[in-house]
């Protein structure tokens, strides 16, 4: 087969890139497309954090058995958890994950989902597919990219059904595998003047919404400039790519230089290959990683690649954004800050320097904008949205844990009164369970002892004895 070429770069994030990442985001594999294959993508492969490609020369066999290899890692990467619930036997699991892994089903632990990530990875129908960067009014757009993905959704799903059946799991397919939703209460992160669900999907979805993860106690100290870049009197913009996506190393090199010869001052995240990052003039300082939360206490704005912990974080300090998504929901994210007017996206595969020039001055020339994001921050930290969805989350688990208790307490009283068996549903072996079902059956007293106790109980019918009781009770109180 001929390789694919790709010159208009584009198509791979309209369409590959996020079709890709769709599915895998969030889960430590992955597939790393990179300009320059002989350090970081080489470097992840070592690492055995996901594979490498050629973004300018693949071909599709080879995308296609990279993707099998990758929906064998992210399920073989369960029987690491397994190990873990059966070491821990938690009661409640909380889980950062896009899917419904495997161990989650097998041991009918219950579980909630917190979703990190940009919140249409819920994949409603009504709304734009996770990682396309389609606004919410393309009505037929949506509808379309439904249906051209649909046959990638099928096929997702079958790898999944299929290691379920490997694995003797029956999920139901009350919602999608590669949907984080669950019968109990999950969280999601996203600022409420963004936020794309009103209460009745909430409500549908038993989803709690969270701001911003920033944490007040966690917040440091602003970031310390020098005395020399603090006296320079320009306005501070902040740059990132992320801490996930920073291999592209060459696309940050080229913002820089591309931001030189503007008039204003910069800190730069460099990232994991920071080394060849070069900074053409003293209005430029940074590290390889920056603590980020410090930075946006002192910059102006932030141009950077909009992962959803960065895009809700600049939200929570009230700090404008040009957004210059890469991939998976960073796209979304862009088209979400634009279409709701707070701030700007910009193509980082194609962009001129008169266009990032004039971006970075309508935004910072904006002053209803900087008022009503400063107004926003001002709020999230005010509400403190993520301690009482703590608190409603914990509220609503209650009831399923005291249940749970129950269950564990009546499992051992029937097995101290004589009346069958208890076992470890996270702990047990098929011949422990071979074995006490067989003692049950062949247990001739215990099932004559059990029947007597069904026909006594249903002789007796101790609840109309007792409704009687209490309406007499409760009768002659009133009298």
Request: hydrophobic fraction near 40%; charged fraction near 30%; include cysteine.
């Amino acid at each position: 087969m001929a390789a694919l070429q790709i010159t208009d770069l584009n198509i791979i994030h309209d369409r590959l890139m996020n079709l890709i990442d769709y599915f895998y985001f969030g889960v430590s594999p992955n597939i790393f497309l990179s300009f320059d294959q002989s350090i970081s993508v080489k470097r992840n492969e070592e690492k055995r954090f996901g594979y490498q490609m050629d973004i300018l020369n693949f071909s599709k066999k080879e995308l296609k058995e990279k993707v099998n290899k990758i929906m064998y890692v992210d399920l073989s990467f369960d029987d690491e958890v397994s190990v873990l619930i059966k070491k821990l036997k938690p009661d409640y699991l909380l889980c950062d994950l896009v899917y419904h892994m495997p161990s989650l089903i097998e041991f009918k632990i219950p579980y909630s989902f917190i979703i990190s990530c940009n919140p249409l990875i819920l994949n409603h129908e009504d709304f734009p597919l996770y990682g396309i960067g389609q606004g919410i009014d393309q009505i037929k757009e949506i509808k379309s990219a439904r249906e051209e993905f649909k046959e990638i959704f099928d096929f997702i799903d079958k790898k999944f059904q299929s290691s379920y059946k490997k694995l003797n799991i029956n999920f139901q397919k009350k919602y999608p595998v590669y949907s984080p939703r669950s019968d109990n209460f999950s969280f999601y992160i996203y600022p409420k003047e963004l936020d794309y669900f009103n209460e009745k999907i909430k409500k549908e979805y038993n989803l709690l919404q969270v701001d911003s993860p920033v944490v007040l106690s966690r917040i440091p100290l602003p970031y310390r400039l020098s005395e020399e870049f603090a006296e320079l009197p320009r306005k501070i913009i902040y740059v990132s790519l992320g801490s996930l996506f920073n291999y592209y190393y060459v696309l940050l090199q080229k913002l820089i230089d591309s931001l030189a010869n503007l008039p204003y001052k910069y800190i730069i995240s460099k990232g994991q290959f920071g080394d060849k990052i070069k900074f053409p003039n003293n209005h430029f300082i940074g590290e390889n990683f920056v603590d980020q939360l410090a930075v946006l206490q002192v910059a102006d704005m932030m141009i950077a690649h909009g992962g959803n912990n960065t895009f809700t974080e600049c939200f929570y300090f009230g700090v404008p954004a040009i957004i210059v998504p890469v991939m998976g929901d960073q796209m979304n994210n862009a088209k979400r800050i634009e279409e709701t007017e707070f701030g700007l996206k910009m193509n980082i595969m194609n962009y001129t320097q008169e266009e990032l020039k004039e971006k970075i001055e309508k935004v910072l020339l904006d002053e209803i904008l900087f008022e009503k994001i400063k107004k926003v921050g001002e709020r999230i930290r005010k509400e403190k949205s993520l301690d009482k969805a703590v608190k409603n989350f914990y509220e609503s688990i209650k009831d399923i844990l005291r249940t749970l208790k129950k269950s564990i307490s009546n499992a051992k009283r029937i097995e101290e009164t004589g009346f069958g068996y208890q076992m470890d549903l996270m702990n047990y072996t098929v011949e422990e369970l071979k074995d006490k079902i067989n003692k049950i059956l062949s247990d001739k007293s215990l099932i004559e002892k059990t029947k007597k106790v069904g026909e006594r109980i249903r002789k007796d019918n101790s609840i109309e004895k007792a409704v009687k009781f209490f309406y007499e009770s409760l009768e002659k109180n009133l009298k």
